[in-house]
């Protein structure tokens, strides 16, 4: 009974933190706290957009990364990318575009991930002509076809996840297997207080049976050695020796 009390005890716990263990799952989330420090791009697309928006979650973002004692700001995505696996237990946030993320989370070693199912903003990508061009519309036609078909979609999941990405997709089904289990370490502490438990019990019968042995001892004026082989042949065979009975005590066999 206790050990399933402390078993359910163990999991409520476990449980609780390892949902308090991910308290970031949004830009509102990031904003919120000063532990993870975040940063982005400078003098890049990113910035700007934060510069310019005029949403208060952006601007209060935006002025935390630029009144950072330490610089959270990098000048690209690799030195950003770099920072965020080199900062400890995840104490750093790069803020990127989203196609990007994408590739580089798909991508070994593996060790970044994407927080959040929300973007920050949506933008689209352009091709550029000169003006006047008659590939402009050229252009447009082929790729309104290539997103009708599927077909971006297609290069899409062949060049960001297909190549190169499944051994990181090996590792993400791997890490979600095992990240809300009770491992036997976080349980030791139930078999910890069994087994002292049994020490604290035996100590205790120990001391008993040389307090029993020995108060004998003077009652029937033998040896203490003695009354305690006599408890001890007692304990283990159900009858004591013969030559430490008393003389006025008459010993009945079991029967």
């Known amino acids: 009974m206790i050990i399933v009390s402390s078993y359910t005890a163990n999991l409520a ?8 263990s991910t308290p970031i799952e949004s830009a509102e989330d990031l904003a919120k706290q000063t532990k993870i420090k975040y940063g982005i791009q400078a003098n890049g697309s990113t910035e700007l957009f934060f510069k310019e928006s005029t ?3 952006h601007e209060r973002m935006y002025l935390f990364m630029t009144s950072q004692p330490q ?21 750093y946030a790069f803020i990127l575009e989203a196609t ?13 991930m994407k927080v959040g199912s929300q973007n920050l903003n949506s933008v689209g990508f352009g091709v550029a002509t000169p003006f006047g061009s008659d590939l402009r519309a050229r252009i447009n036609l082929a790729i309104l076809e290539l997103q009708e078909t599927g077909e971006l979609n297609k290069l899409e999941k062949k060049w960001w996840y ?12 791997a890490s979600k297997d095992g990240q809300s289990s009770l491992t036997q370490g976080k ?5 910890y207080i069994l087994i002292a438990g049994v020490i604290v019990a035996v100590i205790i019968s120990l ?3 040389i307090y029993r042995s020995r108060l004998e001892a003077r009652k029937t004026n033998q040896t203490f050695s003695r009354s305690l082989r006599s408890n001890l042949n007692l304990s283990l065979h159900g ?7 008393p003389a006025n005590t008459l010993e009945i066999p079991p029967s």
């Open 13 to 20: 716990a476990f449980l609780t933190l390892e949902k308090m």
């Open 55 to 57: 949403v208060q979650l």
């Open 71 to 91: 610089p959270v700001m990098v000048s690209t995505y690799d030195d950003g990318i770099e920072k965020v696996r080199a900062s400890k237990s995840g104490r």
């Open 100 to 112: 990007t993320n994408d590739y580089i989370n798909s991508r070994p070693p593996c060790n970044t």
């Open 162 to 173: 297909e190549k190169g990405g499944k051994q990181c997709d090996k590792l993400a089904v």
């Open 187 to 191: 349980v030791a502490g139930i078999f």
């Open 207 to 209: 001391g008993e049976f």
């Open 239 to 245: 009858h004591k020796d013969r030559d430490t009975l």
